[in-house]
């Protein structure tokens, strides 16, 4: 079981909280942008990120393993419309972290992958997220298939590969 840290503990037992989002996004050819949605510029992990208009919706995680999810970035003096138009925002890297103003050095991990299509809305750049593989950011719990031992095939049977035939003996594991 994990124990939430003394800064999480202060937000759940908070009457008021303010929870947000930090976004690290790298257009093709630009510098790295460090957003947050929280009212104020702060720093975490040596970076200041800075306050600015966006949203994160709808990210989850299908049965296959991968992500999706929507970004809506705040464009009223379109720039990053027109990083879109230049083809400069399409398949850029995004790592989004969730975070609560009073804990930011508690950041959490929630998305990473790259983005996908991009629209634009009333003064807004709307991206989809998507990831590269199935192994981008799965939620961080390995999961494994156990066999069981009635379904090991018996010791002395012949499986043949071509032209050439293999006998399974059975070995013992007496530790090292």
């Known amino acids: 079981m994990?124990?939430?840290?003394?800064?999480?503990?202060?937000?759940?037992?908070?009457?008021?909280?303010?929870?947000?989002?930090?976004?690290?996004?790298?257009?093709s050819g630009q510098a790295t942008a460090y957003m947050t949605n929280l009212d104020v510029d702060f720093s975490y992990n040596s970076i200041t990120w800075t306050s600015s208009d966006f949203d994160v919706t709808g990210i989850n995680w299908g049965t296959t393993g991968m992500q999706a999810g929507k970004l809506v970035l705040g464009d009223s003096d379109?720039?990053?419309w027109d990083y879109a138009l230049n083809l400069i925002l399409q398949d850029s890297p995004?790592?989004?972290?969730?975070?609560?103003?009073?804990?930011?050095?508690?950041?959490?991990?929630?998305?990473?992958?790259?983005?996908?299509?991009v629209t634009k809305g009333d003064q807004t750049v709307e991206c989809t997220l998507n990831t590269d593989s199935m192994v981008r950011q799965v939620p961080t719990r390995r999961v494994q298939y156990v066999i069981p031992t009635s379904f090991l095939a018996p010791a002395g049977k012949v499986i043949s590969i071509g032209s050439q035939n293999w006998v399974l003996n059975r070995q013992t594991y007496t530790g090292a």
């Open 2 to 27: 994990r124990s939430p840290s003394s800064g999480i503990s202060s937000q759940l037992s908070a009457v008021v909280t303010q929870d947000g989002f930090l976004l690290q996004i790298t257009p």
């Open 78 to 80: 379109l720039i990053w």
């Open 94 to 117: 995004v790592s989004i972290w969730q975070v609560y103003a009073s804990a930011p050095t508690e950041a959490e991990p929630l998305w990473s992958g790259r983005i996908g299509s």
